[in-house]
């Protein structure tokens, strides 16, 4: 089975903290997704990536950034956070082998509170 | 701006009972919806998924209908059991592109 995984289940940080969210898939996909996921709105998606150093924005990209530098590893970077950043985050891994296939592979989940 | 809306957002059905689970979509262009099943303090699982060529597809106790000119697609949970109270999710995607829209989500829960 696909295996993905999210460095931490739970994590507390201050207003305007660097964070790092760190992922990592173990089947060799090249796409790898960040959602945050908050009740009542679903999974909206921040940041996407095809391939190693590739990165295209999703729906609500701003205060966030990505760093690909291993095909494995996926990161989430919240610049400075904020109080409205307080929310589960979910990466997840697939195969582009048949396009719009959809078949996504998810990690836990990082429920992020900042205060 | 929701372009995949699910409803309700929440569902209680007694043990044996049918659940049924609504989305609609917007995007003319997506054309692959699954059906992700989350538990609690799990991620989402793909339980199943449609291509519009098709007006319906089961897999079990779970089918997806599908509705092309209406742009609407539901899930139906056949003799709903105890271990199927989870949220599930509906979703869409582009041919191409393998980006996921999510609905937002409906908390199912059955009760004995």
């Known amino acids: 089975d696909v295996k993905v995984t999210q460095s931490s289940r739970y994590l507390v940080k201050r207003t305007g903290e660097k964070v790092f969210l760190e992922c990592v898939q173990d089947?060799?996909?090249?796409?790898m997704f960040w959602y945050r996921q908050d009740p009542g709105l679903g999974l909206r998606l921040i940041y996407f990536?095809?391939?190693?150093?590739?990165?295209e924005k999703g729906d609500i990209p701003e205060g966030y950034s990505v760093s690909r530098e291993k095909k494995e590893r996926f990161s989430l970077i919240l610049e400075s956070a904020s109080t409205n950043q307080t929310s589960m985050y979910l990466c997840?891994?697939?195969?582009?082998?048949?396009?719009?296939?959809?078949?996504?592979?998810f990690g836990q989940g990082t429920r992020l509170t900042v205060v | 701006q929701q372009q995949v809306k699910q409803s309700p957002q929440s569902l209680i059905v007694q043990k044996g009972g049918i659940s049924i689970i609504n989305c609609a979509y917007e995007n003319t262009a997506f054309d692959y919806f699954p059906w992700y099943q989350q538990f609690p303090g799990k991620g989402p699982a793909l339980l199943i998924a449609?291509?519009?060529?098709?007006s319906e597809k089961k897999e079990g106790r779970f089918t997806i209908s599908f509705n092309k000119s209406a742009k609407q697609f539901s899930l139906h949970i056949m003799d709903s059991q105890p271990g199927d109270s989870a949220t599930y999710f509906c979703a869409a995607a582009n041919f191409g592109n393998e980006k996921l829209t999510f609905g937002t989500g409906t908390r199912l829960t059955i009760i004995p």
């Open positions: 997840a891994s697939s195969l582009p082998s048949i396009p719009g296939t959809g078949k996504a592979f």
């Open positions: 990536s095809y391939d190693v150093k590739m990165k």
């Open positions: 089947m060799d996909h090249e796409n």
């Open positions: 449609i291509r519009p060529d098709v």
